[in-house]
């Protein structure tokens, strides 16, 4: 118990917060690492699997792609690409691993989406004289949106949980105040930094839950 | 004078075979550790998740608590799970292990409860009607038809685990990550190579060796599409 208000004490220490490797100061990398990976990663990922999605080819690729990403450490990315010449690039390695980690969860998301739209939806709209273009913008999209935000939410959920590694590998974010509660040998330190990413994961999830609500319904989902 | 020796080490190349003879014991004693971390975790985490998801099954209350819990647990990142739990166990293997064990509870509960919801009502009245009672019900005929969905989430939780035990380098008890982590440190390439290479295909391994499991214990799913 004692370690929990020691953190307790840390963590309503101002001066923790205000310095310049203060907890504001991290929390601001972490945010500004999470939602660049994000964007990266949906431009890469969202245009592939909808394309596919939409021919109805590579569903096994974009399914096995996922499956093969979780086999590979996210940390031994990480390394193997900061020994690289990218290492000297400041959070490049950082951002190049945590989008090679988040495009797997998008891509078979959006595919698998995609798929699931309803053929005879699809049909009445090919009888109607869609193009393909029209056909995946606007009838396929937006009955895959749900899907495809599913996969959005999660990729966002993990980016801000694995962020936390590039800071075993020196990186800015807020693994730094575990990372250094942990040189410090200080224990309340390190349970403060853990607790802060925690409930900081736990409010992308909830802000992407109330999006989930607020977006406007459509299709028979 | 002596020349240095110009070998691979000394040039510090990716790819290096006299680090592999050299360095054999340490890779071993490595890939023993990752093991036996993977393992360990999997195996307590799929007996506490097994009863788990039964509870879960027969009371339907009780499904929805315990899949918020599991999920949430499973939010918490890596680094700070294992952060979060230093009070509890110290430095130790067993803090690896116990995060480990708490991040598969969501695949493995989600999965087997999944599996167990699957059963068709006809079934389950059809061995009623044979007069089976509820817990030769549930483990002669529930859990072999759950098998399939609860061997897809143990083949997730069993290569997650193999991935995220290499963050365990923080506390020094992260099997390949240990020599991933010193690699780093002294800018050892063929050190941070070979071990990323091996957490890989401990993976892979591990997960075909699942696959081949699954096959040798359901034979009906295979009977169904010959």
Same mark, same amino acid.
């Given at each position: 118990?004692?370690?929990?208000?020691?953190?307790?004490?840390?963590?309503?220490?101002?001066?923790?917060?205000?310095?310049?490797?203060?907890?504001?100061?991290?929390?601001?990398?972490?945010?500004v690492l999470t939602v660049v990976c994000l964007v990266i990663s949906c431009l890469i990922a969202l245009p592939?699997?909808?394309?596919?999605?939409?021919?109805?080819?590579?569903?096994?690729?974009?399914?096995?792609?996922?499956?093969?990403?979780?086999?590979?450490p996210t940390f031994a990315v990480l390394v193997l690409l900061l020994l690289t010449p990218l290492g000297d690039r400041?959070?490049?390695?950082?951002?190049?691993?945590?989008?090679?980690?988040?495009v797997p969860p998008l891509l078979?998301?959006?595919?698998?989406?995609?798929?699931?739209?309803?053929?005879?939806?699809?049909?009445?709209?090919?009888?109607?004289?869609?193009?393909?273009?029209?056909?995946?913008?606007?009838?396929?999209?937006p009955l895959a949106l749900p899907m495809i935000m599913g996969g959005v939410r999660i990729a966002a959920v993990q980016l801000v949980a694995t962020a936390t590694i590039a800071a075993l590998a020196g990186g800015g974010g807020l693994g730094r105040i575990i990372t250094a509660g942990f040189n410090l040998a200080s224990t309340p330190q390190v349970v403060a930094g853990a607790v802060l990413v925690a409930v900081f994961a736990l409010l992308v999830e909830a802000v992407f839950e109330a999006a989930e609500r607020l977006l406007p319904r459509r299709g028979t989902r | 004078m002596t020349a240095p020796p110009d070998d691979c080490l000394a040039r510090n190349e990716w790819i290096c075979g006299d680090y592999l003879s050299t360095?054999?014991?340490i890779l071993l004693d490595a890939v023993g550790q990752? +093991?036996? &971390? %993977? $393992?360990?975790?999997? =195996?307590?985490?799929? #007996?506490?998740?097994?009863? @788990?998801?039964?509870?879960?099954?027969?009371?339907?209350?009780?499904?929805?608590?315990?899949?918020?819990?599991?999920?949430?647990?499973?939010?918490?990142?890596?680094?700070?799970?294992?952060?979060?739990?230093?009070p509890v166990y110290g430095l130790s293997a067993a803090l690896v292990v116990a995060g480990l064990v708490l991040y598969s509870l969501t695949l493995l509960v989600r999965n087997i409860l999944a599996?167990?919801?699957?059963?068709?009502?006809?079934?389950?009245?059809?061995?009623?009607?044979?007069?089976?009672?509820?817990?030769? +019900?549930? &483990? %002669? $005929?529930?859990?072999? =038809?759950?098998?399939? #969905?609860?061997?897809?989430? @143990?083949r997730i939780a069993t290569v997650s685990a193999v991935s995220l035990a290499t963050v365990g380098a923080i506390v020094g008890f992260g099997g390949l990550g240990n020599l991933i982590y010193a690699g780093m440190n002294t800018y050892f390439k063929a050190q941070v190579l070979t071990a990323s290479v091996l957490c890989v295909v401990i993976a892979v391994a591990a997960d075909l060796l699942l696959l081949g499991i699954q096959w040798l214990i359901t034979p009906w799913t295979r009977a169904k599409r010959g």
């Amino acid at each position: 118990m004692n370690t929990l208000t020691d953190a307790w004490h840390w963590l309503t220490d101002s001066a923790h917060w205000a310095r310049d490797d203060g907890v504001w100061h991290r929390l601001g990398q972490h945010l500004v690492l999470t939602v660049v990976c994000l964007v990266i990663s949906c431009l890469i990922a969202l245009p592939v699997a909808l394309v596919l999605g939409h021919l109805g080819r590579g569903g096994a690729l974009a399914v096995n792609i996922s499956n093969v990403g979780r086999a590979v450490p996210t940390f031994a990315v990480l390394v193997l690409l900061l020994l690289t010449p990218l290492g000297d690039r400041g959070e490049g390695p950082t951002v190049v691993a945590l989008v090679l980690f988040a495009v797997p969860p998008l891509l078979t998301n959006a595919y698998v989406g995609m798929r699931e739209v309803d053929r005879d939806v699809v049909r009445a709209a090919r009888g109607m004289g869609m193009t393909g273009g029209q056909l995946l913008w606007r009838v396929e999209a937006p009955l895959a949106l749900p899907m495809i935000m599913g996969g959005v939410r999660i990729a966002a959920v993990q980016l801000v949980a694995t962020a936390t590694i590039a800071a075993l590998a020196g990186g800015g974010g807020l693994g730094r105040i575990i990372t250094a509660g942990f040189n410090l040998a200080s224990t309340p330190q390190v349970v403060a930094g853990a607790v802060l990413v925690a409930v900081f994961a736990l409010l992308v999830e909830a802000v992407f839950e109330a999006a989930e609500r607020l977006l406007p319904r459509r299709g028979t989902r | 004078m002596t020349a240095p020796p110009d070998d691979c080490l000394a040039r510090n190349e990716w790819i290096c075979g006299d680090y592999l003879s050299t360095r054999r014991h340490i890779l071993l004693d490595a890939v023993g550790q990752h +093991l036996q &971390l %993977t $393992v360990l975790s999997v =195996l307590i985490g799929l #007996a506490i998740a097994l009863p @788990l998801a039964v509870l879960a099954r027969r009371w339907g209350w009780a499904a929805g608590p315990v899949l918020a819990v599991t999920t949430v647990l499973y939010t918490i990142p890596s680094l700070a799970m294992f952060s979060l739990l230093l009070p509890v166990y110290g430095l130790s293997a067993a803090l690896v292990v116990a995060g480990l064990v708490l991040y598969s509870l969501t695949l493995l509960v989600r999965n087997i409860l999944a599996g167990l919801r699957a059963v068709p009502e006809d079934t389950r009245q059809a061995a009623r009607g044979m007069g089976y009672g509820p817990v030769r +019900l549930l &483990l %002669t $005929v529930e859990l072999p =038809l759950a098998l399939p #969905a609860a061997m897809a989430g @143990l083949r997730i939780a069993t290569v997650s685990a193999v991935s995220l035990a290499t963050v365990g380098a923080i506390v020094g008890f992260g099997g390949l990550g240990n020599l991933i982590y010193a690699g780093m440190n002294t800018y050892f390439k063929a050190q941070v190579l070979t071990a990323s290479v091996l957490c890989v295909v401990i993976a892979v391994a591990a997960d075909l060796l699942l696959l081949g499991i699954q096959w040798l214990i359901t034979p009906w799913t295979r009977a169904k599409r010959g």
